[in-house]
Every structure is written in structure tokens, then in C-alpha cells.
């Protein structure tokens, strides 16, 4: 969408002479500036642009953010899929080495390269904001760093998205070692929906006084969510067995989780 919309911008020639005023073709200029935009297939811009590079950081900017993007993806999969965690696992090919030293290995290298290039992009757009600032209307200091930044934060960004493809196409999930994680925290993580409910009764600051003692208490003396609410005179008084079992389902937490990923199929045109 973002990338839509900024063509008109972007894709525009840049002919205005020594001077960017396109004074040494005379009353020829506009015309000829038309003709040159048309037979490449560009846009004519309203006026010249070549100390007026916002356009191309504009451009390397949302290349850094595609590719952030990407990184925080890779990210997020980097840290689910360490051993103690082991929530995902980047597929595997029969054969791949993960460490010369360490057979056993299979290291995170789709997810550790979209974080890489991801900080290398994010640097070429920052040189391409640089670029912004020139002296008056000729500075080849400003552009000249583009030709290097440019190409590489394309080529990067490309390579970015085709390792990303790969890597959720081929993502394995572990819902086993997802609930065990879950279960392991005893509960309380799902302590906010208790105070949700809670809070229709004697509202919200009562309800979240009444849930952190009962949390403090329950983690001091080693038990699990629900004993730790079963045994708060107050919180058992509002809310039943059944209440609070219904506050703790961890499905309930998803909330509109599905209806978000509708949301973005259905923008995306994508089936759903």
C-alpha cells in the first residue's frame, strides 16, 4: 500500500541543466521535460530535484521499515526457538550445517539474517537522509552516497523478503511446548481477566488491589492461580469455581486475535 501510494513521487525524471531552471532550452524546456518524462515512462516532476532528495530517502525510508519489519518477525522466531523456550523451529533441510564445532546444531540463520539485514538497511536510509542536506543547488557529495546506499538497501530488501517467505512457509510450530511454558507460570499470567470480572463488581481499583494481594500471596506460599484466588475471602465471595475457571482459560486471552488476521487477509486480498 505504502509503497503504492509513494510511486507517483518517486518515479519521476530529473532534467533541469546546470542550474535546475532548464534555462538553455528556453521556452522549449517544459515541453521537451514532458517528452523526455514520457518516452521513459516517468513522471514529469513540478519542479527539479537534484538537491531535493526526499524522494529517495523517502523511498530508502520505507525500505528500512519493510525491512524492520522483517527483523522483528525474525526476531520474535530468533527467541521462541531457543532450547529453553522451544515454542518454533525454522525448517530444516537434510544436510544443513548449523556449527563446525558443534554437530548437533541447528542455529536460527533464516531469523538471524533478516535482524542483520534489517540493521544494514537501516543504515543505508539513514545515509540517504544525509543526502537531504546539500549546498545550494549543486552538491555531488549528497547523491554520490546514494549510489551506493540505494542499490545495496534494494538488494537487501529483496533478499529480506524472499527469507522471510521461506521462513513462515516452512515454520514448525510446538503447541505441546506452548502450553507447557503456559502452564509452567501456574496461571498467573491470566490474572488480569480475574480483575476484569472482578472489577464489574467493586470496581476497578478495589478489584486490582484485591487481585495483586491475592497473587503476592499465592506466589509466596507456592501455589497456583485459582488456589491463590479459591483462598481470598474477598475474590471468593464475588466469584465462583466456575467464574474464575472461566477467567483462566487461556483461549479467552486470544480475544479478536482472529478477526485481526481476517482483517489483514481481507486487505490484502488474500484468501481467507
Known sequence: ???????????????GGALGTMEFWGEAALPMLDAFACRLGLGAPDVPWLTARDGVAEFAGLLALV??????????????????????SEPFTEGTVGSITMPHKRNPELSEHLVTLA???RADAGLAVEGMVSEHERDGRAWKAEWLALPEACLLTGASLQLAARLLEGLVVHPDR????????AGYVLSEPVMRALADRI?????????????????????DLAEALAADELISAQLDAAQI???????????????????????SGRPL
Open 1 to 15: 500500500q505504502r509503497l503504492a501510494e509513494g510511486r507517483p513521487r518517486w518515479e519521476v525524471v530529473q532534467l
Open 178 to 185: 506452548m502450553r507447557a511454558n503456559l502452564d509452567a507460570g
Open 203 to 223: 470496581g476497578k481499583h478495589a478489584a486490582q488491589r484485591a487481585v495483586y494481594a491475592a497473587t503476592m500471596a499465592g506466589r509466596e506460599h507456592g501455589v
Open 119 to 121: 540493521r544494514i538497511v
Open 67 to 88: 525491512t524492520a519489519t522483517l527483523g522483528k518477525v525474525g526476531n520474535e522466531i530468533y527467541q521462541l526457538q531457543r532450547p529453553e523456550i522451544g515454542e518454533v
Open 245 to 267: 475457571s472461566r477467567c483462566l482459560d487461556p483461549w479467552r486471552a486470544l480475544g479478536a486475535t482472529t478477526a485481526f488476521v481476517d482483517r489483514v487477509l481481507a486487505r
